[in-house]
């Protein structure tokens, strides 16, 4: 006979194990989700959906531990779907067949199906593209859920026949809420100071599936007095920062970097450079980075920036990690109190414009060098005047293509190094018109 105890049964003298804090505060309706009510109160677009008795294909864009599987299986349960999840990771197309094969067979008994498939943006084209006749023939509602951004990662096809609603971080908040569930499912308070509790909450870093995994650590330990914030550093291991180096996060944090220099403000700009530096950016890609806002934002308004960011890139170069950090972090400070201006930015991109549109134009005869003798027969370099030999040193003669209206590209700020610039610049239009004259 069978031993059933070898089976992984649990023996009859033995207490059965106590299921995970994360299984036990599982919300049961969708009422309990925290954190998503712009999606499911009101006129949030699944609760529309849901009103309206009519659920259609969906992609859950968000980051980790806000509730996707959760509320994809309570749709199912809602409107009395079969729920079936696979994850995108470990299923291969032989796998895919006999899901969609036995989506077909319940739907002709008279059942559909809900089918969430996690890390949705792991299939490949050909793959994402297997699921579109199953959904427009009716066979499966597809819920997939990515971490990633759709625009990106999912096909054009898939994305013209579903719905994409993005979840939202966890806030503080809604942690504490969390928090509060856990302590009335547990019955007792957590052993933690103030200071401790709010500390135990940023280390989830808006992860709910973290932070119910840190408090059944912290609910397990045995203390004789409140945990404050060393002890429970001391004791858990903070969560990684979230940050993917060549994905969306990547974009998103290298322009809110360059938004806040652009912006004047020191302190967000290196907010943001430390958490690109903790996440694991390659200090060489930020040095070449914070030269191009210079270039860019602060241009002639302020001449040094450019060459303090490069010196900035030379220095990290030949100190490497942590020490040339802070020069960058010095470059990043002088960027965002910098002057900003983008006349030259501007100016370079309209004469870029004004040569595309007049690329066939020679320039005109008197600024030609005429190293031949047919060259000065046939009028290269006549009439040229020698800037240096006119009154103020300015000839005011055209340099434009003849028959070419004069264009005006640089039209600099009266902020920074670009006042005098733009001092200059009047002085030799006036000039120019008197020598016209």
């Given at each position: 006979m069978t031993d059933l105890f070898d089976q992984g049964a649990a023996r009859p003298d033995q207490p059965a194990p106590s299921r995970p804090l994360a299984d036990r505060l599982r919300p049961q309706t969708l009422a309990q989700v925290i954190g998503q009510g712009h999606l499911l109160k009101g006129d949030g677009p699944l609760a529309s959906m849901l009103a309206a008795k009519s659920l259609s294909s969906i992609i859950f864009w968000g980051p980790p531990g806000v509730g996707k599987t959760t509320i994809a299986r309570l749709l199912a349960a809602e409107t009395d779907l079969a729920f079936v999840q696979i994850s995108a990771i470990f299923t291969g197309v032989p796998e895919l067949r006999k899901v969609f094969e036995a989506?077909?067979?319940?739907?002709?008994?008279?059942?559909?199906?809900?089918?969430?498939v996690d890390e949705i943006h792991r299939f490949n084209k050909a793959q994402q593209d297997g699921f579109l006749p199953h959904m427009e023939d009716g066979t499966i509602v597809l819920v997939g859920a990515t971490t990633e951004n759709p625009s990106f990662e999912l096909n054009a096809a898939l994305l013209s026949r579903a719905n994409v609603m993005v979840l939202n971080r966890l806030t503080l908040a809604d942690l504490e809420l969390m928090a509060q569930r856990a302590e009335k499912e547990v019955g007792r308070a957590l052993p933690t100071t103030g200071p401790g509790r709010e500390s135990l909450l940023e280390m989830a870093d808006g992860d709910g599936r973290a932070l119910l995994n840190l408090l059944e650590q912290v609910f397990s330990w045995t203390v004789k007095k409140p945990i404050g914030p060393d002890d429970l550093s001391a004791r858990l291991s903070r969560r990684a920062p979230k940050y993917d180096k060549s994905g969306e996060e990547h974009?998103?944090?290298i322009s809110a970097l360059h938004k806040s220099v652009r912006g004047s403000d020191p302190d967000a700009a290196l907010y943001w450079l430390a958490r690109m530096l903790a996440g694991g950016e390659d200090p060489r890609f930020l040095a070449r980075r914070l030269t191009r806002m210079a270039i860019e934002d602060i241009g002639l308004a302020d001449p040094a920036a450019q060459a303090l960011c490069l010196h900035a890139w030379?220095?990290?170069?030949?100190?490497?990690?942590?020490?040339g950090e802070l020069a960058l972090a010095q470059a990043v400070v002088y960027l965002a109190l910098a002057p900003k201006s983008n006349a030259a930015y501007k100016a370079f991109g309209a004469a870029m414009k004004a040569a595309r549109a007049t690329g066939s134009e020679p320039p005109p005869k008197h600024i030609l060098n005429a190293p031949t003798r047919l060259m000065k027969d046939i009028g290269y370099g006549s009439g040229y005047a020698y800037d240096h030999d006119a009154e103020d040193g300015f000839s005011g003669q055209n340099y434009f293509p003849d028959g070419m209206k004069r264009g005006v590209f640089y039209t600099p700020p009266e902020r920074g190094h670009e006042r005098e610039l733009k001092k200059r610049l009047d002085y030799f239009v006036k000039l120019r018109a008197k020598r016209s004259g």
């Open positions: 989506a077909r067979l319940r739907r002709q008994n008279g059942r559909g199906t809900l089918l969430f974009y998103n944090l030379e220095v990290y170069e030949r100190l490497g990690s942590p020490e």
